[in-house]
């Protein structure tokens, strides 16, 4: 049973333009939903992360929305740069209990393209 | 400070053998945790711990045996490996539940 479901797989997108990826989870437990970024070679760097008290957080050019009815967030780079060409995963968590592991999506190749 | 470290980067085993991917952190974090990457397939937990003597299975966890004698060091041992283990291995860490995790740089893993 997948818990996060990740989309799309692969995505291209001109420099200056928006990315957006897009995530859904099942768990209603889930109260933590981090995005990590990853480069070829190197292990994957926390990002941005937001729980589901708000419904939207943004960091610089990263912005994640959520929307807790639909169990649905995603991350939109805007103004989107080539060094931004990487491997992003969004997960999802339950901090509660003990715990705490990550649950993560499968993972959206971006290339920005000049 | 290091952060997290993976030893070795690359291995290369035949089946059957048996070997013990490192992981050590130096931020005194309670929790850690394994995960494989494969193509396709995101990141899959295979253990991970909670503090020093404590750990438990993830989704992935046979095959695989892990231990936490101090707060520092969480070893990923592979019993006898096999070709379904080649993956990339990453090892993480967090401070608290509810804060991000720490990933290490990775092991490369070949089984043949």
């Known amino acids: 049973q997948q818990q996060v479901k990740q989309s799309p797989q692969s995505l291209i997108v001109q420099k200056g333009g928006i990315s957006i990826i897009n995530c859904a989870y099942e768990n209603t437990a889930f109260d933590y939903f981090p995005w990590y970024q990853q480069f070829p070679g190197k292990g994957p760097a926390l990002l941005i992360a937001i729980r589901p008290d708000v419904s939207e957080k943004k960091e610089g050019r990263f912005t994640i929305s959520f929307n807790k009815s639909a169990k649905q967030f995603s991350l939109h780079i805007m103004d989107s740069q080539p060094g931004d060409s990487a491997t992003y995963f969004c997960a999802a968590a339950y901090s509660g209990a003990g715990s705490y592991q990550l649950t993560f999506g499968k993972g959206t190749k971006l290339s920005v393209i000049p | 400070n290091a952060g997290v470290t993976q030893t070795p980067k690359f291995q290369v085993l035949k089946t059957g053998q048996s070997m013990t991917l490192q992981c050590a952190q130096d931020m005194n974090h309670e929790y850690m945790s394994w995960y494989r990457q494969d193509p396709g397939m995101g990141l899959r937990l295979i253990h991970y711990?909670?503090?020093?003597?404590?750990?438990d299975q993830g989704e992935v966890p046979n095959g695989y045996n892990v231990s936490r004698s101090t707060t520092e060091d969480f070893p990923l041992r592979l019993l006898s490996a096999a070709p379904s283990q080649t993956s990339v291995y990453f090892c993480a860490s967090s401070y608290a539940m509810g804060n991000g995790y720490t990933f290490g740089s990775g092991t490369r893993l070949t089984v043949v």
């Open positions: 711990s909670v503090g020093a003597g404590i750990t």
